[in-house]
């Protein structure tokens, strides 16, 4: 086993959730070889073709990786972990905190196709593919944004990828809406968590009115022009808004998740042309995290 592989204690919790050989057709390569070699890409950052060769053919790897995020492959994966992760009561559903990070993208990452993408032998496209693939432009240049939840632990538990000029306020609810932590007893899966935190760029009244109808507590700081417009609005504006500074102080786990998830390279700056296949690399980073002890 070398630097950055996969433990054999990892490898014990991923191995259920893989998929197994086709019916048809060859057999997978090995499923451990290759997906050392994706946490290797990764971690270094480096161009698929110069894998090191004990991962075996680079292709290979790059193939693997490219299917499992066109057709959800690593979306399963990643909510297979989490449901494992909840039966052993490792989520902390105490505080979660939403919050967004800008990754640069590398000038390999544009220039992709404009025909849209399909998922290996099938005619449909990928699951996250978007039309924009997530790229915008800025005066630094080409730029993408990561939104995520992440729980009292320091680890994601939803994410999101957008172009990087866009908001956050507006992507609060859907990054909620992908929050389903299954149940392996049966059940309904759990999506709401006790508290949810966020910074003043989430404060808006359609977020509010979500979290309410949900009946999720939280603790948003009210922006100063918010709360001068809604005093001069009178017994029109609403009540003031609940703020706990002593919960808020939590919200900086969210920002150490994003700093952890950043320690891998292919994540910190976008290497990848289509949006999926990022995805896939930032769900890849996601899954290491929650298969650690």
């Given at each position: 086993?070398?630097?950055?592989?996969?433990?054999?204690?990892?490898?014990?919790?991923?191995?259920?959730?893989?998929?197994?050989?086709?019916?048809?057709?060859?057999?997978w390569?090995?499923?451990?070889?290759?997906?050392?070699?994706?946490?290797?890409?990764?971690?270094?950052?480096?161009?698929?073709?110069?894998?090191p060769?004990?991962?075996g053919?680079?292709k290979?790897?790059?193939?693997?990786?490219r299917r499992?995020?066109?057709?959800?492959?690593?979306?399963?994966?990643?909510?297979?972990?989490?449901?494992?992760?909840?039966?052993?009561g490792?989520?902390?559903?105490s505080?979660?905190?939403?919050d967004?990070t800008?990754?640069?993208?590398?000038?390999h990452?544009?220039g992709?196709?404009?025909?849209s993408?399909?998922?290996?032998?099938?005619?449909?496209?990928?699951?996250?593919?978007?039309?924009?693939?997530g790229?915008?432009?800025?005066?630094?240049?080409?730029?993408?944004?990561?939104?995520?939840?992440g729980?009292?632990?320091?680890?994601?538990?939803?994410?999101l990828i957008t172009p990087g000029?866009?908001?956050?306020?507006?992507?609060?609810?859907?990054?909620?809406?992908?929050?389903?932590?299954?149940r392996?007893?049966?059940?309904r899966?759990?999506?709401r968590?006790?508290?949810l935190?966020?910074?003043?760029?989430?404060?808006?009244?359609?977020?509010?009115r979500?979290?309410?109808?949900?009946?999720?507590?939280?603790?948003?700081?009210?922006?100063?022009?918010?709360?001068a417009?809604?005093?001069?609005?009178?017994?029109?504006?609403?009540?003031?808004t609940?703020?706990?500074?002593t919960?808020?102080k939590?919200?900086?786990?969210v920002?150490?998740?994003?700093?952890?998830?950043?320690?891998?390279?292919?994540?910190?700056?976008?290497?990848?042309?289509?949006a999926?296949?990022?995805?896939?690399t930032?769900?890849?980073?996601?899954?290491?995290?929650w298969?650690k002890?």
């Amino acid at each position: 086993m070398e630097r950055g592989d996969l433990t054999h204690e990892e490898w014990v919790r991923l191995r259920p959730h893989l998929p197994k050989s086709a019916q048809r057709g060859g057999r997978w390569a090995s499923h451990r070889r290759v997906i050392n070699g994706i946490l290797f890409r990764q971690r270094t950052g480096v161009p698929w073709r110069d894998l090191p060769a004990r991962f075996g053919n680079w292709k290979t790897v790059y193939e693997r990786h490219r299917r499992w995020s066109a057709d959800g492959t690593w979306d399963k994966i990643f909510a297979a972990v989490l449901a494992d992760a909840d039966t052993e009561g490792r989520i902390d559903w105490s505080m979660v905190s939403v919050d967004s990070t800008t990754c640069r993208a590398h000038q390999h990452a544009a220039g992709a196709c404009r025909r849209s993408p399909r998922v290996p032998g099938k005619r449909s496209t990928p699951r996250q593919h978007r039309p924009d693939e997530g790229l915008g432009r800025s005066r630094g240049g080409l730029t993408c944004k990561i939104h995520l939840a992440g729980e009292g632990g320091r680890r994601p538990l939803a994410l999101l990828i957008t172009p990087g000029q866009w908001g956050d306020a507006p992507q609060l609810i859907p990054v909620m809406e992908r929050i389903r932590v299954g149940r392996l007893g049966g059940g309904r899966p759990r999506t709401r968590p006790d508290h949810l935190g966020g910074d003043k760029a989430y404060s808006s009244r359609r977020n509010r009115r979500y979290l309410r109808r949900r009946q999720i507590k939280h603790t948003i700081p009210e922006p100063g022009n918010q709360r001068a417009n809604r005093k001069r609005r009178g017994s029109r504006g609403g009540r003031p808004t609940g703020f706990d500074k002593t919960i808020y102080k939590r919200r900086n786990e969210v920002e150490r998740t994003i700093n952890v998830l950043k320690n891998f390279r292919a994540v910190a700056t976008r290497f990848d042309k289509r949006a999926y296949v990022f995805h896939g690399t930032v769900t890849v980073a996601s899954i290491r995290l929650w298969l650690k002890a």
